[in-house]
């Protein structure tokens, strides 16, 4: 079983303190490292000869007030399809935590996160986004684009702070970067998925009925959520840290006109920000893909160090294998929650779902935990096999693995 050692991060990272709620701001500390992980690991472990794809800013977003946090353009890195895939579009809406206040987004606006200054030129495209077909079986030829993420609410913001030099555009980005795609032939896709990791697996859940509506009825539209299923649940003080981090961003980024109304109808708009009050309403297909014990929510949402002043999760949220019964009995708990999560979710035919028993976040980018030979899988099916399967109709796929540590398969993340 392949892991991934992080070394050296603990004692390297650099720790900017915590904001009045007490919520460390792991968006922009040992968040930035996790969040690697959806497609930067794959530079060492992925094929020896990976796509390289450019960065194309959208032109037109300016003029209709769809910036990034610092008032740049927006942008996308867009490989086309051929053959079978020409008509074929894939949208990946790139995650990396979020912003939820003033100091936050400050800072983040002068990284990659909130400003396009400061994004790669060139990105490798694996996992989902290979063009490979040993790699990418399904979608390898398909138009296949990845929106970047500089807005810091998950594409679902609209409004600006003036006195801070903020721009919380989210929500016009996604239009901006939709409308632009639509006039480079995305208008007549025969076939639409809609995916995304992390922040960007949770805007794909806010976003997914709308980007169904942008076709015609005679296009297959999907959506897959990879590590986006975050959890309304205590952390391990019994307190909130979560809830507390979505209700900033709902505040200050003024997303709640941008929620689903089938949800803001009866629950408040920090309720209607956590999948778990979404998914069994949507009306388009949606798989998800996620971990049962997702690492970040393990490190930033469960037993970050403002729940655990002691120190007692500190090995066990850094490395599973130091975790003690009692730790493990609390992480099995979290599990639990995660499948009532996705109960109702599970009764309707057309959705999908696979949850590994793995200390994992982001499974669809990379090209190990993606496909190739010793990919996780459930009941011997790899991530690429589950999602090809019920994408294309070949079978239902409703995949949960059996509880931690029976699965020998998982690529788990340890912390050093």
């Known amino acids: 079983m392949r892991k991934i050692f992080l070394l050296g991060f603990v004692v390297t990272v650099l720790i900017l303190g915590t904001d009045a709620n007490g919520y460390l701001e792991f968006n922009v500390t040992e968040l930035d490292h996790i969040e690697e992980l959806e497609y930067g690991v794959s530079k060492s472990i992925s094929s020896f000869n990976p796509l390289m794809v450019g960065l194309t800013l959208i032109t037109g977003a300016g003029a209709k007030g769809a ?17 079978s895939g020409a008509n074929s579009w894939l949208i990946q809406l790139e995650g990396g935590g979020w912003c939820d206040n003033i100091r936050n987004c400050v800072y983040r606006k002068k990284s990659r996160r909130g400003s396009s200054n400061y994004m790669e030129k060139q990105i490798q495209f694996t996992g989902i986004l290979s063009d490979k077909a040993q790699e ?5 030829n398909w138009n296949r684009v990845k929106l970047r993420y500089c807005d810091g609410g998950s594409f679902s913001g609209d409004s600006q702070n003036k006195a801070a030099g903020l721009q919380f555009r989210g ?3 996604w239009r901006a970067a939709m409308d632009d795609l639509e006039t480079k032939g995305m208008q007549n896709a025969k076939q639409a998925l809609l995916s995304g990791c992390s922040a960007g697996g949770l805007a794909v859940i806010l976003r997914c009925d709308e ?35 979505y209700d900033g961003v709902v505040q200050l980024q003024g997303v709640r006109n941008n929620l689903p109304h089938m949800c803001t109808d009866h629950l408040n708009p920090t ?15 949606l798989f998800i893909v996620n971990a049962a014990y997702d690492i970040w929510q393990v490190q930033s949402s469960l037993a970050p160090p403002s729940a655990d002043p002691s120190g007692y999760w500190h ?14 009995l609390f992480l099995q708990g979290f599990r639990d929650q995660m499948l009532r999560a996705v109960s109702g979710f599970l009764n309707a035919r057309k959705n999908g779902l696979f949850i590994n028993s793995c200390f994992a976040h982001c499974q669809t980018e990379r090209q190990d ?8 899988v459930i009941n011997k099916k790899a991530v690429a096999t589950a999602v090809g399967d019920w994408y294309f109709d070949r079978a239902e796929v409703k995949l949960i693995d059996c509880p931690y540590p029976c699965d020998r398969s998982c690529h788990n993340l340890v912390f050093r």
């Open 369 to 376: 935990t993606w496909f190739a030979d010793d990919s996780p």
């Open 171 to 173: 929500e016009r980005i």
């Open 136 to 140: 990418n079986p399904d979608f390898f």
């Open 67 to 83: 910036v990034c946090l610092d008032g740049t353009l927006p942008g996308y890195h867009l490989h086309r399809g051929h053959g």
């Open 271 to 285: 309720s209607c920000f956590f999948p778990q009050n979404l998914i069994s309403e949507m009306k388009t297909p």
């Open 211 to 245: 980007f169904s509506n942008l076709f015609s009825r005679t296009t297959k539209v999907k959506c897959l959520s990879d590590a986006g299923l975050f959890l309304d649940t205590p952390d391990v003080s019994g307190g909130h840290t979560i809830r507390n981090l």
């Open 315 to 328: 090995e066990c949220r850094l490395n599973h294998g130091r975790c003690t019964p009692a730790q493990i």
